[in-house]
């Protein structure tokens, strides 16, 4: 026989395909041709799984050896076709009998001493292999875990190219997926370690209950870090979808943990400002990969000291924010990734950062401008929530802790928030408020009585308000009414909406103090 073919699955972005790794042996000159469009690590497999062949003790044909990776119209990348691409051209020299991987993927990467090394993004390739409905897969044991995530399909694992051959020339067994004990969730940041700031507290409760945006501004010290740190604490756990998706870029990053489980505690990424627009957003030669953008899916992406950032890479956020996915072009094609996040900015008033504030400023007025001018108006324009925080006093830092809520009672909050929002908008598949178009809101039945909205329409008639803060001031205040357990906003809460999105807000005036333990949501009468 000098022919044979096996399965394996290529990878673009989150998408996988099953791919036909063909192998022909025939006479001419002793050589390795790799067709249909290999990127470079796909064309070093040659020499690797050469030296994989012999140092596992098997014979090496010496002929000419072609090998085909269809459909070859798609471009194939990475080093995970390695052990198929083993199996395919010993079954072709007839020295593997085929029938025991007849409808099994293949899935590896072969180190010159036969050993088969883990891969990254396995999980999305198994789940592709279970859509076109292979069920059984032959992964690399550091992998196996990883792949039992997807359901109805059979796992087996290799630490070798050796034990691979003794499978199908003898029935030599297998490995079974290993066994990894879970550890015991490590306590994260707690919203009672935040000292007052009462109206940020409210802000995140808000954010995390509608998957809303939020900028936090304020001098050195207010808490604008500790409290994005603890926006994950108060969200509620990945679904089993959404876990998916998280889990399966992880697995295309590399970052997945060791024990391969599915990730359920929403992610959170934090780049340093220095940050590339390829780090922030995605990209790479070949095959692009996902970004912290992509990596905080359904998750929050905090931008610690924005100003900071560079301008171009801040303007990539505008069309995620809006779409939910990032689209990388590329001259060989496009790759696009999920990008589902709650955006938190921190940024101080200005570069000078006094923590006493505006008394002690040093910056010229155009200096101040200019440096939150970093922050475009459009890109604020995306961001719900804007929460202008103020220095702590020595009594508040000093006073005596216990009085603040923790994350799980206002977590509790947030999840039935985020049940009567689902409720809502179960039959048209929409999770929280933030993802509703505001088309949908301002029409019937959804649509707010007049007399609710006339400081918002006149607002957008002056100028004062973008249609798409319109839209967003509507979608905050549905969350603020889920939040109070009420089945539609009043003007009450479009008022308090409209005060979060444009952060006029005045935390000196609120009704019981922001240190209140009672209501930690104060807001100032209407004006």
Request: proline share 8%; charged share 20%; net charge neutral.
């Amino acid at each position: 026989m000098s022919y044979a073919r096996v399965l394996c699955v290529g990878l673009t972005g989150m998408t996988g395909h099953v791919v036909e790794v063909e192998a022909d042996l025939s006479t001419g000159l002793p050589a390795l041709v790799l067709t249909g469009l290999p990127d470079a690590t796909l064309h070093e497999a040659r020499d690797r799984v050469r030296a994989a062949v012999v140092n596992s003790g098997q014979h090496w044909p010496n002929r000419r050896i072609t090998v085909n990776l269809l459909p070859a119209t798609l471009p194939k990348h990475g080093s995970a076709f390695d052990i198929a691409i083993a199996a395919a051209l010993l079954a072709a020299a007839g020295e593997l009998p085929l029938a025991a991987l007849d409808g099994v993927v293949l899935l590896g990467e072969l180190g010159l001493d036969g050993a088969v090394r883990p891969v990254r993004g396995v999980l999305p390739m198994v789940a592709a292999a279970a859509r076109a409905g292979v069920d059984r897969v032959l992964v690399p044991v550091e992998n196996a875990r990883e792949a039992t995530v997807v359901p109805g399909v059979t796992v087996r694992a290799v630490d070798s190219l050796h034990r691979l051959v003794a499978y199908v020339r003898d029935a030599a067994p297998l490995l079974d997926p290993p066994d990894v004990a879970s550890a015991a969730p490590r306590p994260g940041p707690d919203l009672a370690d935040v000292v007052g700031q009462g109206m940020g507290r409210y802000g995140i409760e808000v954010a995390a209950a509608g998957g809303h945006h939020i900028a936090l501004f304020g001098p050195p010290g207010a808490g604008k870090t500790l409290l994005a740190e603890r926006l994950p604490s108060v969200l509620p756990e990945l679904d089993d979808a959404a876990a998916l998706e998280v889990t399966a870029l992880q697995s295309i990053a590399g970052v997945l943990p060791p024990d391969g489980r599915l990730v359920r505690r929403p992610p959170f990424q934090a780049p340093h400002h220095s940050a590339s627009l390829a780090a922030l957003v995605g990209g790479g030669s070949g095959l692009a990969r996902p970004g912290a953008l992509s990596l905080a899916h359904r998750g929050v992406l905090f931008l610690d000291e924005a100003p900071e950032f560079k301008t171009a890479t801040l303007q990539a956020l505008r069309q995620p924010l809006e779409s939910g996915r990032v689209v990388l072009a590329r001259a060989r094609g496009s790759t696009e990734y999920p990008a589902r996040v709650q955006v938190v900015l921190a940024a101080n008033p200005c570069p000078c950062a006094s923590p006493a504030g505006d008394q002690h400023c040093e910056c010229a007025p155009a200096t101040r401008r200019r440096y939150l001018g970093r922050l475009s108006g459009p890109l604020l324009d995306r961001i719900d929530i804007q929460i202008r925080l103020r220095q702590l006093s020595a009594a508040q830092l000093m006073s005596a802790g216990g009085l603040a809520e923790d994350s799980s009672t206002v977590a509790g909050r947030v999840a039935g928030a985020r049940a009567a929002a689902a409720a809502r908008w179960s039959d048209d598949g929409w999770r929280v408020n933030a993802e509703v178009p505001g088309a949908q809101l301002r029409r019937p039945p959804w649509r707010l009585p007049p007399r609710d909205t006339l400081a918002l329409r006149t607002s957008l008639d002056r100028g004062a308000l973008s249609a798409r803060g319109f839209d967003r001031v509507l979608r905050l205040a549905w969350t603020i009414a889920d939040l109070d357990g009420r089945d539609r906003p009043n003007g009450t809460d479009v008022h308090e909406a409209a005060q979060l999105r444009m952060g006029e807000i005045d935390i000196s005036r609120s009704r019981k103090g922001e240190d209140s333990a009672e209501s930690p949501r104060a807001f100032p009468p209407h004006r």
